[in-house]
């Protein structure tokens, strides 16, 4: 499913409020932790094995699309990248603020159309050289002249007149109108004397010539499909250094054998796909040295509705259903979905029912339907508007429309998730109560359909981030491809004038209670459309070795997730229990015996293999992100 992003989405995306702070003010932040203790000042007390180096495994749900920052779209991805590379700013584990990153401050000027950053100069790339201003420069202004290298993250810099970089430690953007993200910029800064020898950047994917180069706390030494990442601490980030020598992300098709990894102590932490299933936590609750962290998530569990594939000159492609073109039809479906079962069958109260777009979590920009906005469940009501929109039932109980052809939908599904399997099998009873087919499309790869155009519904989700800028911009009509079935920026084709105003107000607008009401303007609006059903928001539920991993943070510190923060600070504070030891070690990264704390050979695990959709982190993306 897509942070997607991220994105992702992912991906890639805080509350916008602006700090002006030095570096030393983001060194004395205070987070909580799992457990007791400080992880962003942790203890010197280390688990160590002969050799003297420590590995945290984990155990991961998705494979890698790309391991360039220019195009990943995976959480997991944009996760690696938050590891490798630093941005100008991050966010505050304890409340989402925007702190220092690269840029140690930032300012607008008066008519807020002109920024400037200060670029820390203790911030060294791993190759030695000093990381500037140039480089910062250098990456916006690819981004904004090549259409490759906008892929991911592209929104963030089309309002971007001009970038300069007057001195190593200045770097001045210049706008072409207001923006209101520009603290909340969720954008990789690259080497540019790396990078500018690549040629493609729509092909290049970053993964032949190890050690990459980077900023970050981590860096990445290596890396099989479908197999493994592997990093080592960088010793000489500038915030410090993480107290884990290495981190390996391995990837695990099925989810229960990353499950019984974690039990045997070949893996140190699970995060599911992308959470552990109701009867996976429940067996690990009680287990011997596991710790079971199940706290409110920033994702969202929706129905996505082909609204007609399209390019951005209006080039139609795909071959999603006429009969989803009519908003009777859509909301029907939906009223025909029990979301209360959703959740007391399926995620069994490890979840809070869907409403808007933007998870409780994130409160200043929650929405809720109104009473009489609301498609609450109501299968006669969803009969009523099916028989409107001329899609009447014949002798046999089966809906037809006016051609006399039977109304049967597809729904993409991740071969991997639990929860799309069977939320799938209620909506074939729901769905059938009203006479409509479906058929459950469960596939490894939901990507390339997905991009062609080639469905009618699909689970979806992202992990959403502080700043929901880039939640909302993968809905807008600039988000659409450029050519017909490639990868874009869009979660699912969708372009509504009246949508892409809202956008562009909240945007524009720096007062952050008017900003947070033109956002749920547009939750209302996207609801209304019909074109995405959040049917959920699921807990983090995931699960670590107690003897393995002292203490770690979570995101909101005080009861959040661990698993694909907005930040790298899970992996970064991360602290080696005492007494850990190594069951047995891989290098090749193949087999399932994973390398624990204490070995000499970092090996992360991805478990599962759902893929959280979207361009930009489909996820984030993230879910992007």
């Not at 409340?95 to 100069?121: F, Q, V």
């Not at 959920?536 to 661990?562: F, K, L, Q, W």
């Amino acid at each position: 499913m897509v942070t997607r992003v991220p994105p992702h989405s992912v991906r890639p995306r805080r509350r916008l409020r602006l700090l002006l702070a030095s570096g030393a003010a983001a060194l004395a932040l205070a987070a909580g932790s799992v457990v007791p203790g400080n992880p962003l000042a942790p203890t010197p007390s280390e688990a160590r094995a002969d050799d003297g180096k420590t590995t945290l495994t984990v155990a991961v749900a998705q494979s890698v699309d790309s391991l360039s920052p220019f195009l990943a779209q995976r959480l997991v991805s944009t996760s690696i990248h938050r590891l490798m590379y630093d941005y100008l700013t991050n966010y505050d584990p304890k409340d989402n603020k925007a702190i220092p990153g690269l840029a140690t401050a930032w300012e607008p000027s008066a008519d807020k159309l002109t920024w400037t950053y200060t670029i820390r100069s203790d911030s060294k790339w791993s190759d030695g050289q000093q990381a500037t201003a140039e480089d910062a420069a250098w990456t916006f202004n690819k981004m904004m002249t090549d259409e490759g290298a906008a892929t991911s993250n592209g929104s963030f810099v089309g309002n971007f007149e001009k970038v300069t970089a007057p001195s190593k430690d200045k770097l001045v953007i210049t706008l072409k109108e207001p923006q209101a993200t520009m603290a909340a910029l969720d954008v990789p800064i690259v080497p540019k004397h790396v990078w500018e020898k690549v040629g493609d950047f729509s092909k290049f994917n970053n993964d032949k010539d190890f050690p990459i180069v980077g900023n970050g706390p981590f860096i990445l030494t290596d890396y099989k499909v479908d197999s493994y990442v592997k990093l080592k601490a960088n010793k000489d980030f500038w915030r410090g250094s993480p107290k884990f020598d290495e981190l390996v992300f391995r990837y695990y098709k099925d989810q229960d054998a990353a499950v019984a990894a974690l039990r045997k102590g070949e893996v140190s932490f699970v995060a599911g796909s992308p959470s552990l299933t109701p009867a996976q936590s429940a067996s690990l609750k009680n287990a011997p040295d596991i710790k079971v962290n199940d706290a409110p998530g920033r994702r969202f569990f929706a129905l996505a509705v082909n609204p007609g594939a399209r390019t951005k000159d209006g080039q139609k492609f795909g071959d999603g259903h006429p009969a989803l073109l009519d908003q009777k039809v859509r909301h029907a479906l939906f009223m025909a979905v029990d979301r209360k079962t959703i959740i007391d069958k399926v995620f069994q109260g490890h979840a809070v029912e869907g409403e808007g777009y933007i998870p409780p979590r994130f409160g200043d920009y929650f929405w809720k339907p109104a009473d009489g906005q609301k498609l609450a469940y109501d299968p006669a009501k969803a009969a009523s508007l099916l028989d409107e929109a001329g899609y009447k039932k014949n002798g046999q109980g089966k809906r037809v429309g006016e051609d006399g052809k039977p109304l049967d939908f597809r729904i993409l599904c991740h071969a991997t998730d639990p929860n799309d399997k069977a939320i799938g099998k209620y909506l074939q009873e729901w769905w059938g109560e009203q006479g409509i087919g479906l058929k459950v499309d469960c596939l490894d790869n939901v990507s390339d359909p997905w991009y062609a155009g080639e469905y009618d519904l699909a689970f979806d989700g992202w992990s959403v981030n502080p700043d929901p800028d880039f939640v909302l911009s993968i809905h807008t009509c600039a988000a659409l491809p450029s050519k017909a079935k490639e990868s874009a920026a869009t979660d699912n084709f969708i372009c509504d004038k009246q949508y892409d105003e809202l956008y562009k107000k909240q945007l524009a607008e720096y007062d952050p209670a008017k900003r947070a009401d033109l956002v749920r303007q547009l939750e209302s609006r996207l609801y209304d459309t019909g074109y995405m059903n959040v049917m959920a928001y699921p807990n983090a539920v995931e699960a670590y070795r107690t003897d393995h991993i002292e203490s770690i943070t979570t995101m909101p510190s005080a009861a959040g997730n661990i698993y694909g923060q907005d930040g790298y600070w899970s992996w970064w504070s991360a602290v080696p229990a005492a007494g850990a030891s190594s069951s047995g070690s891989s290098d090749s990264g193949g087999s399932s015996t994973g390398v624990l704390v204490g070995v000499g050979i970092a090996v992360v695990v991805l478990a599962g293999g759902g893929l959280l959709f979207a361009m930009r982190r489909r996820s984030t993306a993230e879910d992007r992100e």
